[in-house]
């Protein structure tokens, strides 16, 4: 029920009645809207002025900010009037992004969208030989480290049109069970077109990724969703448009893109970098469209999602992917191979 | 140059040809896009296995988690073959929530939409007394602590059809002109529609917040934006849709709705709060609509932005602040005053 509430503010606009808020207040009254999810102690509060010991638990969530003991008040007479960090003794207001370190892969998750904001996984030569893992024998889980307001539901996703969109692909994580079943966490998928797209061209386009593995000896891949405006052609603004399913409310935003950053590296401490960046639509895409043509620069997944991929590469350790090798999918092999799969 | 391609990648579908992509790519190539904007340092990266000191600047703004030495790998024979975590060499990719102590609030700013996350203040009627500070003596001023390629800029809202909308108010922070002038921050802004809405009825709502002082002893306010789905009523699918600013290409998102979530102290250490939670659309709203009718349940605003806000502030300790007082504008009067101090 409360989730019908978030559906039904949105529909409160400056011209709606006083019966939908009336109806939210009725069933949800705001007093008893008490969770206490939040087990972060203030006891343990890192203090701004000196260093102070931090559990691992508050370093891989990072804890709220301590309040400050004295605003940094310059100009004022006298002390200052207020203490706005007082606020947080009532909890942080966050975000978290929840992180998740996995056997093959570590997942930083959007608690508004209920999407990942990135997962990020390694491959190698070896880990893609080894074949303990089989996915028949893992299923889709909800996410319980998610507290249950901001996570992504199986029902959410049940006759929403999409396919429950691996970031980190199953077929990546064959070395164990364990590794793959992690993979199923709804906190490593977001909505993504079926026919044409995740079973299609985002497949051939993962293989790619693995294909990597043969030619370098490690290879990193970063993946998450986009949500990018689109310009108008009728009135020329700039919009960002994106579904929300969900069930009984919208709860899981349908990106409108998808990126991969991929480090291929050559396996030397400090050695060299090939960086490739890819942003695909979440959309029917052909076969025939060369993989090179959603190359980006890296720049342009880092303004479009807040986030900072190579920030600490330096330049000269860094290639282009594209060309250091080619950048182009084996559509027909891959297509044989699932074949040859489907028959064993 | 570069904030282009974020528009020209939005523009790159399924069916769009090589030559936009090629642009970028001549325009950019990947490995000229070196920034080494990330001062964290690994040597200071905290182990997840057990405490040490992380300096106030991390704790400030929550360093990465550390690269855990080994997986937590259980059923895997052998050492795991791969290590996700090796990528945080390269840098943390966030996402960092720029936070910003000012005198006066605190705020965390969202790097994807370049709206804050949310704006914390504190008022009392002390503070409100005091007028040191004159906004005719501030400026509009775009926040260098956050990395440009972050950053809301002031030609992003130059003739874009929006106010900058104070999120914390100026008017809540005359006590001194350098908290005035810091509500002057784009950090502190978003895209807000003007007439109708931020110079009218959002003022007048702030304006009741600023009454709340004359009978609580102390009044917090955490503001911040939403960009919440509507039913089509076509499809009968929900979407969320929002405009996104700037010059010379889409930079700030244009929020939906905004949030106010109030916590009115009685000022006893453990004392009482009457909280109250609103969410308005980003839309002109006549006068005569009742304040109460965009009272929502706490969990609506927190479903809606993903974070927390009274995660441990006990049940016994909460009050309803629109059972406690009446939670209605006083457009008139505040008109009046209006009237009277532009006379002066």
């Known amino acids: 029920m ?41 006891s343990a509060i890192p203090l701004p002025s000196s260093s102070v010991p931090v ?54 998750y959007d608690r508004r969208t209920r999407n990942p904001h990135w997962v990020a996984e390694h491959i190698t030569a070896e880990s893609l030989s080894r074949r303990e893992g089989d996915r028949k024998h893992s299923t889709f889980l909800e996410d319980e480290s998610v507290p249950e307001k901001f996570r992504a539901k199986l029902k959410d996703y049940f006759r929403s049109g999409y396919d429950r969109g691996h970031q980190v692909p199953a077929a990546d994580c064959k070395w164990s ?64 448009k994106y579904e929300v399913v969900g069930s009984p409310a919208p709860n899981v935003a349908v990106p409108t893109h998808f990126y991969k950053v991929i480090f291929a590296e050559d396996g030397k401490q400090g050695g060299q970098v090939a960086v490739g960046a890819f942003v695909m639509p979440n959309a029917v895409i052909p076969n025939s469209k060369p993989l090179q043509e959603f190359e980006v620069p890296l720049e342009v997944v880092e303004r479009a999602s807040g986030l900072e991929f190579a920030s600490k590469l330096p330049a000269q350790r860094r290639k282009r992917l594209c060309v250091e090798t080619s950048c182009s999918l084996v559509v027909k092999e891959y297509a044989d191979r699932q074949k040859a799969f489907a028959k064993k």
Chains 1, 2 share one sequence.
């Open 177 to 240: 069970q364990t590794a793959m079943d992690e993979t199923f966490y709804l906190s490593n998928m977001c909505p993504q077109v079926g026919e044409g797209f995740n079973r299609d061209y985002w497949a051939h386009f993962e293989d790619f990724c693995r294909r990597l593995a043969g030619t370098y000896p490690s290879v990193r891949i970063v993946t998450g969703p986009l949500y990018l405006p689109q310009k108008d052609p009728v009135d020329n603004k700039w919009y960002v």
């Open 2 to 42: 409360s989730k019908t509430t978030l559906a039904v503010i949105a529909a409160v606009s400056a011209g709606a009645g006083a019966a939908a808020t009336a109806t939210i207040l009725n069933l949800r009254p705001n007093n008893k809207h008490v969770e206490v999810l939040n087990t972060y102690s203030p």
């Open 55 to 108: 559990p691992a638990s508050q370093v891989f969530n990072p804890p709220p900010p301590p309040a400050p003991s004295s605003s940094p008040v310059s100009n004022v007479k006298g002390p200052a009037p207020v203490n706005p960090a007082g606020l947080f003794e009532y909890g942080f207001p966050g975000p978290v992004a929840d992180l998740a370190a996995r056997q093959a892969f570590i997942s930083s």
